[in-house]
Structure formats: structure tokens, C-alpha cells
């Protein structure tokens, strides 16, 4: 347990965890841990000049602390089932490839959180840096998202997720399995897009060289903002114009080099990781212990 007596050095003031205190504070050390679901739109992210859908972030939140560390544990549980799987694979094969698939964009999340800190500054207390670290669990129902593991011979689009909460992963679908699993828990975590397709302006003439592209860019400003918690300023930036979309030849692709953004790109900026402070404030604020807390 924590220890919660200020006049040992070293210790903390506050009391034990125990769910809502009523006002009665956590000790500096004391761990605290919720479920939350919370929608990213409006709360972690806006967007101008393309739309994004409601994304519900479900999980749970366990915070341990030392005096001046610990971990975040970020926990999703994900149930599983089947569709089109025709004869060649069987539901456990195709199972277990998607909980492999989910474990390694978890690591990868752990990867990319591992360059910053959730800093927690509880009155009283000296300032303490927690590691981030994402983890999956597999559930028979009930879980944070519902999977259609589906095997369509070819797919009818890449692997997405809906609402945050449901996630349809095509095992036969083109390109890295493993980036696009690591792109599609992001929005798990209520996390936006940073690309948009945008209607383009058609070339007139048409170029007559085979290839050629037939539209340039529309004139847009498409631009993505991560919410910090205060003091964390906001971060804005744009969405620039890149190509035509391989998939839709009339639509420009703009986008940010980021894992949310370009195809392949294995860049986390901070930014990605604010929705973890604003939630962990949240979590200490309701034990009593209101906390300016941030990503460093
Ligand atoms: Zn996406």
C-alpha cells in the first residue's frame, strides 16, 4: 500500500484510494485506475475543413505512481469474431492472427509513447513522470471493441474502425497488416485521421499524356488540432496537399506525416499522447487529488 503520512520522509499527504473519497485526496503514491468512455471528437481532437465521425476511446486507466515515477497502463479489450473465412483458414488461425496483430500495434503504441512522460503535478507532492505502456486483452463479449476478423477474397476496402468501437480487419488486404493495425488502434483511442481526400479541380484540357494526373488541388485548408490539457497548449497544423488518391482518382490527398496520417509513417508526435493526460487528470480529480498533469 501507499504510504500516506506526511511526516515520514519521503511520504505523502492524502489519504488511500478507495473509489470516490468525497474530497478526501490521494496520497502523492497512491494508485488510482478507472474505465472510460470517452468520445475523442471534440474532447482530444477537432478538425476544420474535413469532417470526422464520432470515436469513441473505450478502456481502462491504471495509474501507478512512486514518489517521482510509475506507469500508465493503458488497457483495451477486444472480442473476436468471424466472417468469410471460406476453407482455407480456420476460425482459431483467423483469431489468432488478429490477437497477434492487435499485440504488436499495442507494442508499437508502447514504442512510440516511450520518447515522452505523463507529468503529474498534485498539489503537495513533488512532480512525478509516468512511463505510458498499452496493453490488449482478448475477452469472449463485452469488449472494448468488437472485431470481425473477415476473410474476403479480395476485400472490399482496407481494415477500419467504426465509432472507435468496432473494427473490421480484412485478413487479406493489401499493404502492411501491421501499419494499418497500428493506425486503426489509434482510433480506438479516439484518435482522428490526419489525411483527407478532397474533391480535386479537374485539369482543362485534359493532359493527353497517359498518367498524367487530371486534377490539381482544391483550394482548402484542412487542419487537425490535439486538445492539450491546460497548461498543454492545443497543437494545430496542417494538412498538406501530397496526390491524387490511388483510390479515388477524382479526390486530392492531403495529409501529415505522422502514424495517424501517412500510409507507412511511423512517426508519434506528443500530441498523439494528450488524450492520456486529460483523462488521467479527470481520473485524479475524481479521487480528490485535482492535478495539472501533461505530456512531456
Ligand atoms: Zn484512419
Not at 473519497?21 to 478507472?34: H, K, Q, R, V, Y
Not at 488478429?98 to 504488436?104: D, P
Not at 492545443?234 to 482518382?249: A, C, E
Request: glycine share 10%; net charge negative; charged share 15%.
Amino acid at each position: 500500500m501507499c504510504g500516506c503520512n506526511a511526516d515520514d520522509p519521503g511520504e505523502v499527504p492524502g489519504s488511500p484510494p478507495g473509489g470516490t473519497t468525497g474530497g478526501t485526496g490521494l496520497c502523492c503514491a497512491c494508485p488510482a485506475s478507472d474505465t472510460i468512455s470517452q468520445n475523442g471528437n471534440g474532447t482530444y481532437f477537432t478538425t476544420t475543413d474535413y469532417p470526422m465521425p464520432s470515436i469513441v476511446n473505450k478502456c481502462e486507466i491504471d495509474i501507478v505512481r512512486t514518489a517521482t515515477d510509475g506507469t500508465v497502463t493503458l488497457t483495451k479489450s477486444f472480442d473476436l469474431s468471424t466472417a468469410n473465412l471460406g476453407t482455407a483458414l480456420t476460425d482459431t488461425a483467423a483469431k489468432a492472427t488478429a490477437t497477434s496483430a492487435i499485440a504488436s500495434a499495442m507494442s508499437n503504441w508502447t514504442s512510440g509513447a516511450s520518447a515522452y512522460k505523463v507529468k503529474i503535478e498534485q498539489p503537495g507532492c513533488d512532480p512525478q513522470e509516468l512511463t505510458m505502456v498499452f496493453r490488449s486483452s482478448i475477452v469472449a463479449s463485452g469488449g472494448d471493441v468488437a472485431v470481425t476478423v473477415d476473410g474476403s477474397t479480395p476485400p472490399p476496402r482496407p481494415t477500419f474502425v467504426s465509432g472507435g468501437v468496432r473494427m473490421t480487419i480484412f485478413l487479406n488486404g493489401s499493404g502492411s497488416v501491421s501499419w494499418t493495425m497500428t493506425h486503426e488502434v489509434g482510433h480506438t483511442f479516439g484518435l482522428p485521421d490526419e489525411y483527407a481526400e478532397i474533391l480535386g479541380v479537374p485539369i482543362v484540357p485534359p493532359p493527353t499524356t497517359p498518367g498524367a494526373p487530371t486534377i490539381t488541388p482544391p483550394s482548402v485548408s484542412p487542419t487537425t488540432t490535439y486538445i492539450g490539457a491546460p497548461p498543454q497548449a492545443n497543437v494545430t497544423f496542417p494538412l498538406t496537399p501530397r496526390r491524387v488518391s490511388p483510390r479515388r482518382p477524382t479526390k486530392y490527398l492531403f495529409d501529415n506525416p505522422s502514424v495517424m496520417g501517412r500510409d507507412g509513417n511511423t512517426t508519434y508526435p506528443m500530441n498523439l499522447f494528450f488524450w492520456v493526460a486529460i483523462e488521467v487528470k479527470k481520473i485524479l480529480a475524481a479521487e480528490g487529488a485535482p492535478s495539472t498533469v501533461t505530456i512531456v
